[in-house]
Each structure stands twice: as structure tokens, then as C-alpha cells.
């Protein structure tokens, strides 16, 4: 018996190194989400198996993307240190000016889209300009945007919802969220869309230097300045990226549903900050993970559409959603003082 | 003479109606290490400010190696070859040791659209940096900022310093804070930077840090110059120490 017993020296090694790998992952920002979102899957799969329904989970990728889009490039700019809440009237002003400019007869949808696309970027350059030139915090320039143009969009239409398709099969609608099967699964092109943009935004900011230049000006803006790096430009230009993306996730969904309500997108720029955040990204800046986002989407999404599933009032929805962020935080905030402390 | 390095000529700085700088007249040859002393207040930091290109002097001129400049940021400063070593080094702690080192300088590959920080590059000039100012065998250069000690950011300051060759860094009180083992590694570099062709201002509270390793001693009260010339071979501790509180007029040597 003493034989086969791996002698104590060598177990406490053995138990050293694995402590130190399980402390190392848990130590990572994104491991609290991760377990989260296993057990949000475990719990929901156990009390109803049509949870993973091929339906359902086509069914609730096809919205998760659109919000997720956002939360991508909100993401970077909160990792830069400000948040821009002005994205959700942005979803929902940009197809409407599309769908306007379209049925006007005034340009091809193509066009419309493009102009869409730019009038959001310039809606994003006027909110980067006044945080960093006029040194107004982004709370209060986002949020005097988000009034003007949810305003804008409900002035322009009366606050009736624009007429979406005059014309079939046209390809823009094809590329953005044309839809088709794999086997049994109704898969709709934005979430290709969605995965290219978390590629991309993922590499440039763990891998180029752009990204080191987005963690400098959220974590010491006087040292990143110091070092040569224009941290006003890096938050301008991460402002127009939001504020194109949420008219892109808007433009995508308006086409999917057939419908470009000047009111849709309320509220969704809380839903993305807490996504954001509930993926590890810090709200003061200076530390952000796109991976972290990714969990943090399917956590807010899967929780909504579960618990319908489940059998529990949907109107109870934002009690869970409110306990998740307190409870994320709780963590982030006890993993991030153990780290310092752990010197 | 060999042509000074930096000139600086009757520098006026206005805070408001506090004149913090009074008509400052500063050269520095080349590989020259000038240590600036003064009591708090005396003008040193804004001096090294404006030479830093954090501040702006309301008069005066700068010159660099003869030509007059206009600095009016610390990146104009840094690309003039001038490197500021701050008390609190500007560091991020949230980014690695690499990172902060290469932070605004990246080298990068791969192809242009793409290209992304060529990590394992960084990672190995870091650790190799850190060997020379003496903590590379501990810390591997991916550790975060937040988990050095004051002495080891300090280091870090310093290796970036010599990493970019700098050719005039300036230290504002580096060795505060500092262990014994660490404050002498600062010295030590002092020292190897003359040798290396650096020149440095050394700015420090404690006069004995000074003493050790300068050329020259500058003295600074209340915004003027009042002592430029003094040779810490031939002064004693307590002859500067009477010329910073003003004890006496001039300087004896």
C-alpha cells in the first residue's frame, strides 16, 4: 500500500500546480460569465429540454446578434473609458431614415443604407467632439443625443412605423440577414456578420496596437498622452464605430422583421451596458474583453428567452437581469481587489 | 566649448499672478549629468516641465542642440529626443510591463491592414531591459503594472528610458520611495548614461544621492537660478544645503 502512494512532497506538487492553473482561470475576467452562462444552460435545459430546441436556439440567435452587434463596438469604447447611450436611438432612427429616403423614391436602398450608415458616423464624430473637446462627461452628451435623435426619428414620422418593403428580393437585404438552412436550422446571415465583427474587434484590441493605444486611454489618459498617443482621436474615433454599429444592428433588424418603428431600440443602451460589463469589461476603463461581451450577450439573451421557456412571467424578466448585474459585479469587483491585494 | 546640448534663456512662467519662474537662464552640454536642487516650491518641477513640454513658458526660448524649438506637448519633447522620468511614473497599470514599455512605439508585423504588436519581440527586449536595471530575474515582463512595487514601476520607467535612447532624460525625483537595493540600481544607471552618451538632469531632495553621481549642481530659490556653477568635488553637503535655504548669498568655492 505505502508502495503505490505517491509520496507527500510530490502530491503537494501536484496539488501546487494544480492550484495554481484553476487560480490562474479563475483569476481570468471572463471565467465568471462562463460559468454563469453553463449553469444559465444547465438550469434552463433541465426544467424545460425544448430550451435546446433546434427552433429555439435558431430563434434566439437571430435577436442576440442585432443587440450584440452593439455591444461589440460598445465594448472598445468603454475599455477607452466612456459609453455612449445614445446607441439605442441610433437602432432605431437609422432604418427609419433609410426606409424614408427609399420609399421617397430619392435613391436606390443601397444608397439610402450607405447615407444611413454616414449620417450615424456623423452622429458619433459630434458626440466624440464634445466629450473630448469640450470636456463634457459622456453621460450628458450621450444622453442629450439619445433625446435629439429618438426625437428626430418620431418628428420625421409622425411616429408611425415606415413602410419596409416596396421591392422583393432586393440583394442588400440578402447579404445583411438573408436567411437559409442548415439541416434543421433557420440561419439568418447577420449572425456571420456578428462573428466577423467579434473576430475583428476581438484581434484589434488584444493583438494590435490600436488595442494597447484603447487600454492606455482608459486606464492613465495622462500617461498614454505622455507617450505620444492622441487619446482624444482614439475616443472620437471609437464614438462614430458605436454609433455605426448601432445603426447597422438597426438597419439588419428593420429588414429582418419587416418593420422600421421610429420607438424600437428603447432601452437597448442599458441592455448593452450591462452585457458589456457583466462580461468583465471594467465601466471606468483601461481593461475590456470581446469574449467576455460575447458571454455577457448570451447571458442577458438566453435569460430572457429561458425563462419564458421556463414558465415564469416574462414581466419578471428584469429582477433576474438586475440580480445578474449586481451579483457579476459583487464578483469582478472581489476577483479585482484580490488581484491587487495578491502581490 | 562644445555646443550645449539644450539652452534654456530667460524663461518666464506666470501661474495666474504667481510668478513661478523668474528670467531662468539653463544650458546643459552634452553627456553632461546636471543635478537641480531647491527647497519645495523652488521651481524645479515647473522648470522641468516646460523642458518637458507639460508646461508652457509664458516667455523665453528653448534651444535643442543649437536650433531654436517649440515644444507644445511632451510628444513634441519626445520626439526631440527629451524622456521624463516622473515621481509617479506614468505607467498604466492595467497594461503589462512590455506593453507600458512599448505604449506609442509598438513595433509591429505582418501585413499592413492586419498588422498586429509583434508580442513575443516586446516580451523579450522587456525582460532583457529588466536584467539591466537589475528585476528581470523576478518578474516576467507580461506582469501587469498593478502588481509592481513603487521601486519596480520606477525601474520600469527607467528601462523604457534607456530602451528608447533618449538623448536627454530627465529624472524627477527618482530614487523616492525606493529601497535601498533599488535607489542604488538608479544611481548606478545614472552613471552608466554619461558613459553611454546621455546627458541627465537629476532632480532629488536627498543632496547626498545628488553628490554622487553629478557633474555639475544647479540651485534654484523661489522661481530664480541663484547658484549654476557648483562643482560637487569641491563643495561640501553643507555649503549647498546653506545655498538652497539661502542661508548665504552666492556660492563659496
Redesign the interface.
Same mark, same amino acid.
Given at each position: 500500500m505505502a508502495d503505490a502512494a505517491p509520496s507527500p512532497n510530490e502530491l503537494d506538487q501536484a496539488r501546487a500546480q494544480k492550484g495554481s492553473f484553476l487560480r490562474n482561470a479563475i483569476a481570468a475576467p471572463e471565467f465568471g460569465p462562463f460559468v454563469l452562462f453553463v449553469l444559465e444552460l444547465a438550469v434552463f435545459y433541465a426544467i424545460n429540454p425544448a430550451f435546446l430546441s433546434v427552433l429555439n436556439i435558431s430563434n434566439t440567435l437571430t435577436f442576440t446578434v442585432e443587440l450584440g452587434l452593439i455591444a461589440l463596438a460598445m465594448t472598445l469604447l468603454m475599455t477607452a473609458g466612456e459609453f455612449d447611450l445614445s446607441v439605442g436611438s441610433l437602432f432605431g432612427f437609422a432604418p427609419v431614415l433609410m426606409w424614408t429616403l427609399y420609399n421617397g423614391g430619392i435613391m436606390s436602398l443601397s444608397v439610402a443604407f450607405v447615407v444611413s450608415l454616414v449620417v450615424a458616423a456623423l452622429i458619433g464624430l459630434v458626440n466624440g467632439l464634445f466629450v473630448t473637446r469640450l470636456k463634457i462627461p459622456s453621460f450628458l452628451v450621450t444622453l442629450g443625443m439619445l433625446l435629439v435623435v429618438r426625437g428626430t426619428a418620431l418628428f420625421v414620422t409622425d411616429g408611425f412605423p415606415q413602410r419596409t418593403w416596396s421591392a422583393g428580393g432586393q440583394w442588400l437585404a440578402n447579404i445583411l440577414v438573408g436567411d437559409f438552412y442548415v439541416g434543421p436550422f433557420r440561419v439568418y446571415a447577420s449572425i456571420f456578420w456578428f462573428a466577423a465583427a467579434a473576430i475583428l474587434l476581438g484581434?484589434v484590441l488584444t493583438?494590435?496596437?490600436y488595442g494597447?493605444?484603447i487600454?492606455?486611454t482608459? $486606464?492613465?489618459p %495622462? !500617461? !498614454? #498622452? !505622455? #507617450?505620444? %498617443?492622441d487619446v482624444n482621436r482614439v475616443k472620437v474615433i471609437l464614438f462614430v464605430l458605436t454609433a455605426v454599429m448601432s445603426a447597422f444592428a438597426g438597419v439588419i433588424s428593420s429588414i429582418r422583421t419587416s418593420a422600421a418603428n421610429p420607438n424600437s431600440g428603447s432601452g437597448y443602451e442599458l441592455e448593452v451596458i450591462a452585457m458589456v460589463v457583466i462580461g468583465g469589461t471594467a465601466l471606468t476603463g $483601461? #481593461?475590456g474583453t470581446i469574449l467576455g461581451t460575447v458571454l455577457g450577450i448570451f447571458i442577458l439573451r438566453v435569460m430572457r428567452n429561458g425563462i419564458v421557456l421556463i414558465g415564469v412571467p416574462g414581466l419578471a424578466y428584469n429582477i433576474f437581469i438586475g440580480a445578474i448585474i449586481l451579483g457579476m459585479m459583487a464578483l469582478h469587483s472581489w476577483l479585482e481587489r484580490r488581484?491587487?491585494a $495578491?502581490? | 566649448m562644445a555646443e550645449d546640448l539644450v539652452r534654456m534663456e530667460r524663461i518666464n512662467k506666470f501661474f495666474g499672478r504667481v510668478q513661478a519662474l523668474d528670467g531662468v537662464n539653463f544650458s546643459l552640454a552634452r553627456q553632461e549629468i546636471v543635478g537641480l536642487l531647491g527647497d519645495n516650491g523652488a521651481g524645479k518641477s515647473t522648470l522641468i516641465k516646460v523642458l518637458s513640454g507639460a508646461l508652457q513658458a509664458t516667455s523665453g526660448d528653448i534651444f535643442m542642440r543649437g536650433q531654436k524649438v517649440d515644444m507644445r506637448s511632451t510628444s513634441d519633447a519626445i520626439a526631440l529626443g527629451i524622456e521624463t522620468i516622473y515621481q509617479d511614473s506614468a505607467l498604466v497599470t492595467q497594461l503589462s510591463i512590455a506593453r507600458n514599455l512599448f505604449l506609442g512605439r509598438e513595433p509591429i508585423k505582418g501585413p499592413p491592414i492586419f498588422s498586429r504588436m509583434d508580442t513575443l519581440l516586446m516580451e523579450r527586449v522587456a525582460g532583457d531591459l529588466l536584467k539591466r536595471v537589475g528585476i528581470g530575474k523576478t518578474i516576467p515582463a507580461s506582469t501587469p503594472i498593478s502588481s509592481l512595487s513603487g521601486g519596480e514601476r520606477q525601474a520600469v520607467a527607467i528601462a523604457r528610458a534607456m530602451h528608447f535612447d533618449s538623448e536627454l532624460i530627465i529624472l524627477d525625483e527618482p530614487t523616492n520611495n525606493l529601497g535601498v537595493a533599488e535607489t542604488h540600481g538608479v544611481l548606478q544607471f545614472v552613471r552608466n548614461a554619461r558613459d553611454s552618451g546621455h546627458s541627465c538632469i537629476f532632480i532629488a531632495h536627498n543632496i547626498h544621492h545628488v553628490f554622487q553621481v553629478v557633474d555639475r549642481i544647479v540651485v534654484m530659490r523661489r522661481g530664480r537660478v541663484v547658484a549654476d556653477d557648483i562643482d560637487p568635488k569641491t563643495t561640501s553637503v553643507a555649503d549647498v544645503e546653506n545655498v538652497i535655504t539661502g542661508d548665504i548669498a552666492g556660492v563659496a568655492h
Open positions: 484581434y493583438q494590435s496596437k494597447n493605444w487600454q492606455a482608459g $486606464g492613465n %495622462v !500617461a !498614454a #498622452r !505622455a #507617450r505620444g %498617443v $483601461g #481593461r488581484h491587487q $495578491g502581490t | -
